[in-house]
Each structure stands twice: as C-alpha cells, then as structure tokens.
C-alpha cells in the first residue's frame, strides 16, 4: 500500500521559516516526481515546487522562488519543503504528491498540512 505521511507545518510569524516533510513508502518512486502543492480556503490547488525523485533539477513556482527549496532523503524516503521568509499570502494547506504520470503511473497525495503565516 503507497503511503505518503506528511509532518511539519504548523503557525509561524512573517519573515520566519518551516520545514515539511513527506515520507513515502509502500513502492519504488525513481519514476516518479514529487511535488508540494498548495491550496488556499477559497482558492484553487496550486503548484509550489517539484523534482525528480532520481535527482534532476527542481522546479518552483514564481510566486516562492527564493524563498522555498524542494530536497529529498533516498535514505529516508522523504522529501523536504524548506520554506523561508514566509508571508502570510503562504498560508495554506500544503500537499505532497508523487506523480508517476509521465511515466503512466499514478498520482499518490499526502494527507495535507496546514501553514499558517500571521502577521
């Protein structure tokens, strides 16, 4: 059975940082991405960042560009969302997601976090 169980998260002032974690297990993920998404109460899911799990570049959405960095573990199974100099438009429920859709594979989400930015 794929899982992907997310920690981290959580309330933090603007200009402070978090860091979310998703541990996948359950299959082998080399043919996959994994990505962070994002959705506002209100607004649609959005795109934050996502990699190879074989390694390659990542790619990140303009809006965190900078302040955000995407990074796994292979040792550990997981992948990380380093989140920096956060603001309060950040504050959202956050998902992890392998995408095996390129390679005609499934989509496997994570259980969801929640950031809250005050400021």
């Known amino acids: 059975q794929v899982q992907l169980v997310q920690s981290g998260g959580g309330l933090v002032q603007a200009g402070g940082s978090l860091r979310l974690s998703c541990t996948a297990s359950?299959?082998?993920?080399?043919?996959?991405?994994m990505a962070w998404f994002r959705r506002a109460p209100g607004a649609e899911r959005e795109f934050v960042a996502d990699?190879?799990?074989?390694?390659?570049?990542?790619n990140y959405a303009d809006s965190v560009k900078g302040r955000f960095t995407i990074s796994r573990d292979n040792a550990k199974n997981t992948v990380y969302l380093q989140m920096n100099s956060l603001k309060s438009e950040d504050s959202a429920a956050y998902y992890c997601?392998?995408?095996?859709?390129?390679?005609?594979?499934?989509?496997?989400w994570g259980q969801g976090t929640q950031v809250t930015v005050s400021s």
């Open positions: 997601a392998a995408d095996g859709t390129v390679s005609g594979l499934g989509v496997y």
């Open positions: 359950g299959r082998t993920f080399s043919n996959y991405r």
């Open positions: 990699m190879p799990w074989s390694g390659g570049s990542p």
